[in-house]
């Protein structure tokens, strides 16, 4: 029980540190939260306002507090412990809320990326998240990214619970569809006030 707590812990507080706003910050004094359109702290937004060398750096340590958590509770305790369920959703939600910034995280994808790539190779449900990432951007094209990003978190959560019936593995199955759930929430919300801003940006110029 200790285990689980203290990684879940780790993980949300760890989450809630938005690189994508600190890094532009301090190396290219670029506030993406204020420049970006949508307002996000992301590493999209760190990418087109400040080049792909900072963006890709957070996007590594976007994915690595996803990562790691997940990671290291995975070398103590079974794939097969419910209880893991916290640690997977524990940093995705840190990251969404970011208790740090007055709950104005963002939108949870990189992180949730890295907690998928932490139960390798105990667990291939990062597979189920980047088949329709790609098959919406390649296939079915969906705009906006919110779109897509729901969409493709939404197919996440279904595969994996329908790989339940086969894995019986309940603290994977709760924690990504938990994940998923997370991403799909956050997405939605940015998307509605991204929706919200817009309007208002074309009036302003109109002035």
Request: charged share 10%; hydrophobic share 55%; aromatic share 10%.
């Amino acid at each position: 029980m200790f285990i689980p707590v203290l990684f879940s812990i780790l993980g949300f507080l760890t989450g809630g540190v938005l690189f994508s706003y600190h890094i532009p910050k301090i190396f290219k004094d670029v506030d993406v939260v204020a420049l970006s359109p949508d307002h996000n702290p992301g590493t999209a937004n760190a990418m087109k306002l400040c080049g792909v060398p900072i963006g890709m750096s957070c996007l590594l340590l976007d994915m690595l507090k996803g990562y790691a958590p997940v990671w290291g509770a995975l070398h103590l305790m079974r794939i097969d412990d419910p209880l893991l369920a916290l640690v997977i959703v524990a940093p995705v939600l840190g990251h969404a809320l970011a208790v740090f910034y007055p709950f104005r995280g963002g939108k949870a994808v990189a992180v949730s990326f890295g907690a998928l790539l932490g139960l390798l190779p105990q667990s291939l449900a990062v597979f189920a998240l980047v088949a329709p990432y790609l098959f919406f951007t390649l296939v079915v094209v969906l705009h906006p990214n919110e779109r897509k990003t729901v969409a493709s978190f939404f197919c996440l959560a279904v595969s994996c619970l329908i790989g339940a019936f086969y894995t019986h593995r309940m603290g994977v199955t709760m924690g990504v569809a938990g994940m998923a759930l997370v991403a799909m929430w956050k997405n939605r919300v940015r998307a509605d006030e991204t929706a919200e801003i817009q309007p208002e940006a074309a009036v302003m110029q109109k002035h």
